[in-house]
């Protein structure tokens, strides 16, 4: 008999195992939920941790109102499927509010804006620890991400200034307003991620295979028309593809790429044949080359 | 990734069977490290197009005449302004064999406290060795640490060989001054590679020109290295993290304690003892969503059942009757000092975390500090500033449950957090 492991079951027992210091370690612990793939795979790994009682934290969502509706409608099912209780931050009321305020101009996104949100939402709920589906492949600056990462009273990331992390000893100590950001599968890669979603057949939203949809070719990216979201420019000519999206961000910045791919072993396949990553299909990494970097000191996942 | 991929279909099989190698890098500046691990992660196909023609443009703005792969790894931009890395920083690939984390940490002096990070998970050190200077102190202090964190297998990379005309003299000169430095380091397993980390001799694809070198290169190691051994199977040792009570009528009467085997190996029907209380029971079952498991072993976070109704409560530990760790309040430390604010002082009292166990400690007695770049102890020290490496013993307020770190890194671990910063300020290694 040998004792080792397969590295995805190894990387799901470090998983397993960070949720439940989470658990154990904070008071009120929450766990991001965005819609997306990463998000998904938290979300079975956290029945798996706490099975067969039910995870003791809530979802929380941070709504842009910019959503792709096959992510709302996966989120609704995903929250009764799992018995779990989900909270809501909409970025739309911190703008009615003025706590946030709409990028004007041609590229307008909100994404910046669910930072603002996401701190209110937490602050709001008093959450001590937010638990992401961020992972240190994903990004240079998230390559030097802790899984526990500290977080001052105004949730700033301080690149400087991050607690050793080490062995599996892991300090979730804090002063009354400071909370954690905590990164459960920081070490999966996208590839991880897919094959454990094969391995474990956890069912997506629809957006990630193959379908038809009328998009607009805008700064490179595929982008989905829409009637308030994305209006089409007189310079730009709407058609209708094939093609799925790798990542579920907002509709107005996330690029679809065209593809074929209506299985997970279909995407699997092109995932593993593919030249780009992931990332490279969202236009807002694209603006500097340390976009990521200036997003996560000012509180962004 | 492409290399799972034949005639069109994925290799599923060929995925899911593959082993995870941990391992860390330490240099420093000009000795190579991040054209190194640009090299392993270019010559493997890690890297995707879109992260190729980024680096080919900054090569390119600055005034580099071919693509500089140490771009790869450089990551935050204060770095990329000073162009040396400041943090640990993980990266990913795989081959058909093994997937591969790196913890890419600095190796200057005042980057110790990164190093020992790094080495802390890892389960393979590469230490790089200009071909050209030989072994310097830095080689002294990245093989220090890699032996105080008893990491199980290092790989010293004699770099720059295009430098030296790959002259094999050079390489046996620096093999010789290291061994005969490694004797006084607690290693079990040291391997020497020549590579050329620019060319790319020796490190994916074997070397042309250096016919005189018959050992294996580096990605040959990294794949077969046998790290089946490198956790302890004997001695079952489950910290438990996490008690489980679905308070559901499905499960009415169900606790589950949940936590990560530490050691040994567990199975249902195993006479058990519950440290601190010393009642004896039998380990019902290894309870999962998936099904019940017929043993447990080390990394794997499971549930486990009691036979009999015992008190258990987080920080406590399960163990085998006749096999228990050593149980204390005073403990004999080698710390590594992490905090760059206050030294750690005689007398001074600290939090501490071991296993799942929360506790607090005071500093009695410093025995001595080591000089990491010549192994010297310097002793009547009362304090161990940022960096520095010393044995300490500590009187903690309740008895931990431990092992030797020698023989068990996870029970024979702890780390100390400074309770006003609330910061973890030292790495710990229990010696007895």
């Keep these: 008999m040998s004792y080792s492991l397969t590295h995805l079951r190894e990387l799901e027992a470090e998983s397993i195992y960070v949720m439940r210091e989470v658990a154990a370690q904070f008071q009120k612990p929450a766990l991001l939920f965005s819609g997306g793939k990463d998000s998904i795979v938290m979300v079975y790994l956290a029945r798996k941790a706490f099975w067969p009682a039910k995870f003791p934290f809530p979802l929380v969502h941070i709504d842009t109102g910019h959503n792709f509706e096959e992510t709302m409608v996966y989120r609704d099912w995903l929250v009764k499927e799992m018995g779990a209780n989900l909270i809501v931050g909409s970025v739309e009321e911190s703008i009615s509010k003025g706590t946030a305020v709409e990028e004007k101009g041609l590229n307008a996104s909100r994404n910046a804006l669910q930072t603002v949100t996401l701190l209110e939402t937490l602050e709001k709920e008093k959450f001590d620890a937010a638990m992401g589906g961020a992972r240190r492949d994903e990004e240079k600056a998230r390559a030097k991400e802790r899984f526990f990462s500290h977080r001052d009273e105004f949730g700033q990331w301080d690149p400087k200034n991050q607690r050793p992390e080490l062995w599996n000893l892991f300090n979730g100590k804090k002063h009354i307003g400071e909370h954690f950001r905590v990164f459960p599968i920081s070490n999966w890669t996208e590839m991880d991620v897919w094959q454990y979603i094969y391995q474990e057949n956890i069912p997506l939203p629809k957006l990630y295979f193959s379908h038809q949809r009328e998009v607009i070719v805008r700064d490179g990216a595929l982008i989905s028309t829409h009637p308030e979201w994305v209006k089409v420019r007189p310079n730009e000519t709407p058609k209708t593809m094939t093609v799925r999206f790798r990542t579920c961000g907002d509709l107005p910045i996330t690029g679809a790429v065209e593809s074929d791919a209506d299985t997970v072993e279909k995407i699997i396949y092109e995932v593993a044949t593919t030249r780009v990553t992931e990332r490279g299909s969202r236009a807002d990494d694209k603006r500097s080359e340390t976009s990521m970097e200036d997003r996560k000191k000012a509180g962004y996942f | ?432």
């Design chain 2, 1 to 432: 990734m492409e290399h799972l991929v034949q005639d069109g279909k994925f290799d599923h099989h060929g995925y899911l069977n593959m082993e995870l190698l941990r391992f860390t890098t330490a240099g420093s500046v000009d000795d190579g490290k991040s054209t190194l691990i640009g090299r392993l992660l270019y010559d493997s196909k890690s890297i995707f197009q879109d992260q190729l023609e980024a680096i080919e443009k900054s090569s390119k703005s600055r005034g580099e005449d071919y693509v500089n792969l140490a771009l790869l790894t450089d990551g935050l931009r204060s770095e990329r302004e000073q162009g040396i890395t400041i943090d640990v920083a993980y990266r990913y690939f795989s081959t058909p064999k093994r997937k591969f984390i790196i913890a890419d940490t600095p190796g200057h002096i005042q980057y110790t406290r990164n190093m020992v990070t790094g080495a802390s998970t890892a389960n393979l050190a590469i230490i790089l060795v200009d071909a050209r200077h030989g072994v310097v102190e830095q080689t002294y202090r990245h093989s220090f640490i890699a032996s105080l964190l008893q990491i199980p297998h290092i790989v010293i990379c004699i770099n720059k060989m295009d430098l030296v005309d790959y002259s094999k003299e050079k390489y046996d000169e620096v093999v010789e001054q290291f061994r005969h430095f490694a004797s006084k380091l607690d290693v079990q397993d040291v391997r020497f590679i020549p590579i050329s980390a620019l060319l790319g001799d020796n490190v994916v694809d074997r070397s042309t020109k250096m016919p005189w070198y018959e050992g294996p290169t580096l990605m040959y190691t990294l794949e077969t290295v046998h790290i089946g051994s490198d956790h302890n199977l004997i001695d079952t040792r489950f910290p438990v993290q996490h008690v489980i009570r679905p308070m559901s009528n499905e499960y009415h009467d169900y606790r589950g304690y949940a936590g990560r085997v530490a050691g040994g190996v567990l199975k249902p029907g195993d006479e058990v003892m519950h440290l601190p209380s010393g009642i004896t029971t039998k380990i019902a079952a290894i309870k999962t969503i998936d099904g019940d498991l017929a043993e447990a072993y080390p990394p794997q976070s499971v549930t486990i059942t009691l036979e009999d109704d015992v008190d258990i409560s987080r920080g406590d530990m399960i163990v085998r009757e006749n096999n228990v760790p050593k149980i204390g309040q005073d403990i004999d430390i080698m710390v590594c000092w992490m905090d760059d604010k206050n030294p750690l002082r005689l007398n001074g009292k600290y939090s501490i975390r071991h296993t799942t166990r929360d506790a607090r400690c005071v500093i009695k007695e410093i025995l001595y500090k080591v000089d990491v770049n010549t192994l010297h102890r310097i002793q009547d020290v009362d304090s161990l500033a940022l960096n520095e490496i010393g044995r300490v013993k500590i009187r903690t307020t309740v008895p931990l449950f431990y092992d030797e770190y020698r023989r068990n890194r996870n029970t024979g671990s702890l780390i100390i957090i400074d309770e006003g910063s609330n910061t973890t300020v030292g790495a710990a290694m229990i010696i007895e």
